[in-house]
């Protein structure tokens, strides 16, 4: 089974651009979650998504955004770009809601500058 | 506010020892644990998950504890190789807080030959 992949894998974009970063989920998983990874602040939960339904929500501004598709696949939106936002952001899936193991993709690598 | 805090930051064995890392975690209503590895500029493989009402899980050298009432866990590594050199990383989902993994700083190991 293949497992969760991100797509792109290395992004650069300057300031005030936005970005579509994507997320496929392991076959026949239907719960999709977002994290941000800096060296400042680790891993921080961005959202999880579940049934194309937004079920949670990290402490991130309004400029990050989510969807997830009917086919489970999901994207994240991050609009007017800061430095700041420079990280590696990682998707993670699992079966559904509860407490099964997630299973993570090699994330996006972006770059703000 | 659940908080994650994993000692050492870092830790250089040489090749052969046993060794343990350390997580702890400040509020003891969690669904479950999980441990990952991450390797440099990658993404996130689980190890371990141990459920809340388990005390440990095993997985070939590799053997996690879990103490709920005193917030603590811990990863066990048998006969360390150089191939274990990565960044450890403890997380938990707590309860109530649909499915958001909280991580801990991780633990970077170098295995020396």
């Known amino acids: 089974k293949a497992g969760v992949t991100q797509t792109p894998r290395y992004l650069i974009k300057t300031r005030g651009q936005q970005v579509t970063l994507s997320c496929s989920p392991i076959?026949?998983?239907?719960?999709v979650s977002w994290y941000q990874q800096t060296p400042g602040q680790g891993l921080q939960f961005l959202f999880e998504?579940?049934?194309?339904?937004?079920?949670n929500k990290g402490n991130f501004p309004g400029r990050f955004s989510g969807r997830q598709f009917s086919n489970s696949r999901s994207e994240m939106n991050v609009s007017t770009l800061e430095l700041g936002d420079s990280a590696l952001y990682l998707c993670?899936?699992?079966?559904?809601?509860?407490?099964?193991?997630?299973?993570f993709g090699p994330g996006t690598r972006l770059l703000v500058l | 506010k659940q908080e994650v805090t994993q000692i050492p930051a870092a830790l250089s064995v040489p090749e052969g020892e046993n060794l343990v890392l350390n997580c702890s975690f400040t509020?003891?209503?969690?669904?479950?644990l999980q441990w990952f590895r991450q390797d440099p500029g990658k993404g996130l493989t689980s190890l371990l998950l141990?459920?809340?009402?388990?005390r440990e899980q095993t997985s070939g050298r590799l053997n996690a504890s879990l103490d709920k009432s005193s917030g603590r866990s811990t990863l066990y590594i048998a006969a360390s190789q150089p191939g274990d050199s990565a960044t450890y990383l403890c997380?938990?989902?707590?309860?109530?807080?649909?499915?958001?993994?909280?991580f801990g700083s991780g633990t970077q190991l170098t295995v020396l030959p």
């Open positions: 993670a899936s699992s079966l559904g809601p509860g407490a099964e193991t997630q299973y």
């Open positions: 076959s026949g998983h239907r719960s």
């Open positions: 998504y579940f049934s194309e339904t937004q079920r």
């Open positions: 509020d003891s209503a969690i669904y479950n």
């Open positions: 141990i459920q809340s009402s388990q």
């Open positions: 997380a938990v989902i707590s309860s109530g807080s649909a499915r958001q993994l909280t």
